[in-house]
């Protein structure tokens, strides 16, 4: 039977002070269990609101500041989103403040690429294991006897790019635009500040592609591969976009508002596998041990959590943690996910019938 209508709505507060202690918190409240679907509309928005009115006082963290554009971000920007796999949307907050994609963008372009190419190819290709260093390691190559990374960290997100199907940079890169805006559901477009900001600071994720050349785990040139990646973490999205874009992923590949299959259940079934041990780099396993969803976060402030079968949710605020991990988004959705009964490794036994005299 649901104990969906019984969630309460004023759970005790937890600590703010650390992330790993304020997810662990919020675990800790009585957990629901799973059941198919989203919890009553009613249901959902009252929490929502909820978790925005709890952790939008939070000030711990910073805006990234390695990107000067991104530096100028607004701390107090806040926003949450979800949608659910027939097409509910609920929103709160700044969600419909456009900010830079950034590295949330990885999940999506890997889907577009295992699907042009399968999943066996991009798995040899690419790697998938989680290389338990931070996105922009160097290091997690050279640890790897492959050479290879997983499509979530930088280095794996550049080789994934450079496979991307197109005749040159310009094919290149209008797929991609063009592939995230079918994921969106609408015309995604480049923000040419922030670009520019990032091509005059890309000395790392340059010399990563070209260690990557040298192993022969980059597929094209590699300035013209971090070029086009640069470009995809520049397009400006919403927290509402991408609540659509974990909604797809949520429904087997096909975009909930628009009904258009985006890719196919394979490709996406992959994604998640790839989202859900690599997703939230470093913390990956933490996140998944106290949140047990697939989720992605980006420097720019967004998370998408896919909720699978049921729906996306997504959070904005550019105040980060020290992994990069937006630091509201994570008790946003670690909240979330237990009032509301998401966590995908949440059971209860069935009843076992008497034996038979």
């Not at 996140?287 to 697939?294: A, M, N, Q, S, T």
Request: charge should be negative.
């Amino acid at each position: 039977m649901s104990t969906r209508a019984s969630v309460p709505v004023n759970v005790p507060e937890p600590p703010l002070g650390h992330i790993p202690g304020a997810l662990s918190a919020a675990a800790a409240q009585p957990q629901r269990i799973s059941t198919g679907s989203l919890p009553d509309p009613g249901l959902v928005r009252r929490l929502l609101d909820e978790a925005h009115r709890r952790f939008a006082p939070v000030q711990d963290g910073a805006v990234a500041n390695y990107i000067p554009a991104l530096a100028a971000a607004d701390p107090d920007r806040f926003g949450l989103a979800i949608v659910s796999a027939t097409g509910e949307r609920y929103a709160v907050g700044d969600a419909r403040h456009p900010f830079t994609i950034q590295s949330v963008s990885k999940p999506f372009v890997f889907a577009l690429v295992a699907n042009a190419l399968g999943h066996e190819e991009v798995k040899q290709l690419l790697g998938v294991n989680n290389s338990g260093l931070p996105f922009d390691s160097v290091i997690a190559v050279e640890l790897n006897p492959g050479r290879t990374a997983n499509p979530m960290v930088n280095a794996g997100a550049i080789a994934t790019t450079s496979l991307v199907p197109g005749a040159d940079a310009a094919a290149k890169w209008e797929f991609v635009r063009a592939g995230l805006s079918r994921f969106a559901g609408r015309e995604l477009a480049m923000d040419d500040e922030v670009y520019e900001s990032e091509s005059r600071t890309n000395d790392r994720n340059e010399g990563i592609a070209r260690l990557l050349k040298g192993y022969g785990r980059i597929y094209s040139d590699p300035l013209e591969a971090t070029d086009v990646y640069t470009r995809q973490c520049s397009l400006l999205v919403t927290t509402e976009d991408l609540a659509v874009m974990s909604a797809t992923l949520a429904d087997g590949g096909v975009n909930p508002i628009t009904r258009e299959r985006v890719i196919d259940a394979d490709s996406c079934k992959r994604t998640l596998a790839v989202l859900a041990t690599a997703g939230m780099y470093e913390r990956s396993g933490e996140w998944l041990y106290e949140v047990g969803l697939p989720a992605k976060s980006g420097v720019g402030g967004g998370i998408i959590t896919v909720i699978p079968g049921k729906g996306g949710l997504a959070s904005y605020s550019p105040l980060l943690d020290d992994a990069g991990n937006s630091v509201r988004g994570t008790l946003a959705t670690a909240f979330l996910s237990t009032t509301l009964g998401l966590n995908v490794f949440a059971s209860a036994p069935l009843p076992f019938p008497e034996p038979t005299p």
